[in-house]
């Protein structure tokens, strides 16, 4: 049999709180038995869940599995749906391997989309759950298939049309990219997991996509920094935690290479 496809999982939300603003968490750590997930409106928060760890805000997801201990602290006010999890096959046979699951953060690049289900899921929190909880699993299984499209179908697909011939293993490169773009991420480590040197990920990634593998990580951590900084009113430094950077520094820096102006200039004047 092969690998259960993440699509192949689909959500049932068996608990739902909409938090508004929360300024901070009750518990800096909590374990559940059931998988959580925070999806974030506004603000952001710094997490670590079993090795993962790094900031989330609009735009991310935050996935913890059962039995995980899950400690979080609020950077900034927090407006967030909580989530309990479970997950069926689609196909409805029996249980799927959990363990394809992702932990910790993952990030939705069409966040258009992302925030039009926020806003359908809103109108049914004064709902009772028998009637609030389906809405909410058909709107999560939305966004769900929504990761899943941009991690294996928009973006490989994308790419890979540069491409006369294919690389199974640059592929798995590439899917390892996107998925930890948006936390501290070394591509010798990347190199290291498929099995070859940093310089054989480099070539092979350039021939198989026309780009190299630090300016594909880098594209995509700068996409989510203007989607960030037009979207939301974080500082600089909260921008760049959440989107793999060590420091506002750092990222002004990389922005000014790559785009030609600072974050602070691009904010300015691309807001209307």
Known sequence: MGKTMLSG?????????????????????????????????????????????GSATFGDLVLC???????????????????????RPADGGPPHDESVLPTGKISLFDTSRLTHNYNLMRKWQSWPSDISLPQYSHYCLDIWLLYCEELGE????????????????????????????FSPLNLRTVAADLGISPAQLTKRFSSCYGITPLRYLTSLRLEKAKTLLLETRMTID?????????????????????????????????RL
């Open 65 to 87: 599995p059962p039995g995980v201990p899950f400690r979080r602290v609020i950077n900034t006010p927090l407006t967030f749906y909580y989530f309990e999890l479970t997950w």
């Open 238 to 270: 909260s921008i760049s935690e959440c989107c793999g950077y060590q420091n506002g520094f750092y990222l002004n820096r990389v922005f000014v290479k790559n785009e030609k102006t600072t974050p602070s200039q691009y904010r300015k004047a691309s």
């Open 154 to 181: 928009g973006f490989i697909q994308s790419i890979s049309s540069k491409s006369s011939h294919t690389d199974p293993l640059m592929q798995e490169a590439q899917l390892l990219i996107q998925q930890h773009a």
């Open 9 to 53: 999982l689909h959500p049932r939300v068996k608990f739902s709180v909409y938090w508004l603003e929360k300024e901070r968490f009750l518990l800096y750590e909590d374990t559940y038995d059931i998988w959580v997930m925070f999806a974030i409106e506004s603000g952001s928060f710094y997490y670590e869940i079993g090795d993962q760890k």
